[in-house]
């Protein structure tokens, strides 16, 4: 890691029992965290296919009006056609299952006028159409069920991952648990309410108007749990909290961190002002909000509120300016 990062964010040295079992619990969170955002970005695709869907539907039902008032107005000129002095019993074929299949032998009926013959060009023009919308809802309505699966295999894998981390936690004896908690990024009260740090010295420059309406709003979600997949107000993922409060500043973000890493400039760690986005690990399955004086805002991950943390709490891949 870099002396700049290093300086932002060294983590004091602390105690932990049972080095193993604290390592894969660490390890079982940042696995649920990576399937949480695995589970946000299909979760997001779903919601998007399912609009689609939507419109795909309205379209076949406008059509299918379009087809049915066509089938109308070709019924009430072979009518009148009929009224006025019979009608050649190839017409009948108006009303079969094929009227694509009529109008090429309608061009050789000398009694098809040119109405009739414009309106079952529309008619043919209209079925080919329906066909290719209901084509394309099904293919949308295969891919939406596809996203739909997805995300119950996700949410499977985060809550695999979280209840073996419970059990582990569970096996510690009371005092070995309650030094874990104290030597994690997950340990909470006493990080919770640290004032003013974006006044403090070693903040570099002061942030603009929407970072620190984004800014505030993280502040006001402290305490808040985390919950994964969820972007608030109650409750939040790393990426929710961070989409949420931009929102706050008229930025609407993308729901992933790794999404959220392109969402904006990148700034070197040494320059980052507060509101900044910080991105965590080469996979950027974790993101938090710079403050300030070495610290960020974040959703560290089930089982811890919303807080402060050290920027260095875990490797820093990017830091992104919205």
Known sequence: MSAAVAALGAVPAQAAPHPDA?????RLYTQAEQATQAYDRAQERTDALRREVR????RVARRQQD???LREELGSLAGAQYRSGGIDPAVALLFSDDPDDYLDKAATLDRISAQEAGRLREL???????DQER???ADELDALDRSRRAVAAHK??????L????QLLNSLSASDRAAYERSSRSAGPDRLGLPGLSGLPGVAGAPGVRAAAALAAARSALGRPYVWGANGPAGFDCSGLMQWSYAHAGIQLPRTSQEQRFAGRRVPLSQARPGDLVIYRSDASHVAMY????????????????????????????VTRP
Do not use: F
Request: proline share 7%; net charge neutral.
């Open 124 to 130: 043919r023009s209209a079925l080919r159409e329906l």
């Open 163 to 166: 209840a073996r981390a419970r």
């Open 22 to 26: 604290r390592a894969e619990v660490d």
């Open 55 to 58: 419109y795909a539907q309205d």
């Open 156 to 161: 499977r894998a985060v809550e695999d991952k």
């Open 67 to 69: 087809v049915n008032t």
């Open 135 to 137: 084509a394309e809802a």
């Open 291 to 318: 403050v300030g004086h070495g610290q960020v805002i974040h959703a560290p991950h089930p089982g811890a509120a919303v807080r402060y943390d050290p920027v260095g709490m875990m490797p820093v891949s990017s």
